[in-house]
């Protein structure tokens, strides 16, 4: 029911910053509830940010909050990650994801299991 596309990784040096954004197609955009994850090499995928369908609630990992900000734009069809103050252990490939609000679980935001689609993913290496 839902394709997702991101863009907007690359290299950056250590402090620098990035945006990175999930184009989504397919209908009711808005049902879904938009994750981002992040997958380093030879470690398992980990929950990043997770943002509401309606964009009033986000949540982040501990290891990103206050440095990355997730947001949406309905009407673009669109999720951003902002992603400020970079450092080298945020080196990995970043993928968005949709979790369809009737089946969400809030207290399970971080859970692989609760979103559906997934994005090919986008690579940002972070230099020192």
């Known amino acids: 029911q839902v394709q997702l596309v991101e863009s907007g990784g690359g290299l950056v040096q250590a402090g620098g910053s990035l945006r990175l954004s999930c184009a989504a197609s397919?209908?009711?955009?808005?049902?879904?509830?938009m994750g981002w994850f992040r997958q380093a090499p030879g470690k398992e995928r980990e929950f990043v940010a997770v943002?509401?369908?309606?964009?009033?609630?986000?949540s982040y990992a501990d290891s990103v909050k206050g440095r990355f900000t997730s947001s949406r734009d309905n009407a673009k069809n669109t999720v951003y990650l902002q992603m400020n103050s970079l450092k080298p252990e945020d080196t990995a490939v970043y993928y968005c994801a949709a979790a369809p609000v009737r089946s969400f679980i809030m207290r399970n935001y971080y859970s692989e299991a609760l979103y559906l689609y997934w994005g090919q993913g986008t690579q940002v290496t972070v230099s020192s």
């Open positions: 943002i509401s369908w309606s964009g009033d609630s986000t």
């Open positions: 397919g209908r009711s955009f808005n049902n879904y509830n």
